[in-house]
């Protein structure tokens, strides 16, 4: 094993261990934040929402990577045709989401959290990217990209408890 291998993996390993501890933090202080009714309704959002999510990709990623692992040349056409079908399938799991929102009888509240985290479903697309990086075993670099997003994103979370924002602000 190189050293550039041993490098590499010490740094996606503390990488992760620090996103772990600063979203732990974030999670302890956000429940504080928020108090119980509020992170529940947090909570149930997220649950809600997060069972529409599944159908942004439903698969789309693993095809992708094994057709880019066959055929590498054609690789950006692969990728770029998976970006519009993962965008039409974030459109469809948006609607599904609003349209059986009704059937649970949300409170109003809880409907516009419901409204506002499914606006991030076309964006949910990040991931097929990381197939040409997954293809070629160089998972380094977006494990990294991804650990310092996390930390930014939990950065900005304790800038919106810090400023007191509201529930919808999360």
């Keep these: 094993v190189g050293a550039a291998s041993v490098v590499a993996a010490s740094a996606v390993t503390s990488t992760v261990g620090t996103r772990v501890d600063v979203a732990a933090v974030v999670g302890v202080l956000l429940v504080r934040y928020l108090g119980r009714d509020e992170y529940g309704l947090l909570s149930t959002t997220y649950?809600?929402?997060?069972?529409?999510?599944?159908?942004?990709?439903?698969?789309?990623?693993?095809?992708?990577?094994?057709?880019?692992?066959?055929?590498?040349?054609?690789?950006d056409?692969?990728?770029?045709g998976a970006?519009?079908?993962?965008?039409i399938l974030s459109l469809a799991s948006m609607v599904a989401?609003?349209?059986?929102?009704?059937?649970?009888?949300?409170?109003?509240?809880?409907?516009?959290?419901?409204?506002?985290?499914?606006?991030a479903f076309p964006f949910s697309f990040q991931g097929?990217?990381?197939?040409?990086?997954a293809v070629e075993l160089r998972q380094g670099f977006p494990k990294l990209v991804f650990a310092v997003w996390s930390v930014a994103l939990s950065a900005l979370k304790l800038g919106f408890?810090?400023?007191?924002?509201?529930?919808?602000?999360?």
Aim: hydrophobic share 60%; glycine share 4%.
């Design 47 to 75: 649950a809600y929402t997060s069972f529409f999510l599944i159908f942004t990709s439903i698969g789309v990623d693993t095809i992708v990577q094994r057709e880019v692992a066959r055929t590498p040349e054609r690789a």
């Design 77 to 80: 056409a692969i990728v770029g």
């Design 83 to 87: 970006v519009g079908l993962r965008l």
């Design 97 to 119: 989401a609003w349209a059986i929102l009704p059937v649970i009888h949300p409170t109003p509240r809880l409907a516009v959290l419901v409204l506002l985290s499914t606006l």
């Design 128 to 133: 097929l990217y990381l197939v040409l990086y």
């Design 161 to 170: 408890i810090a400023f007191r924002m509201p529930l919808e602000a999360f």
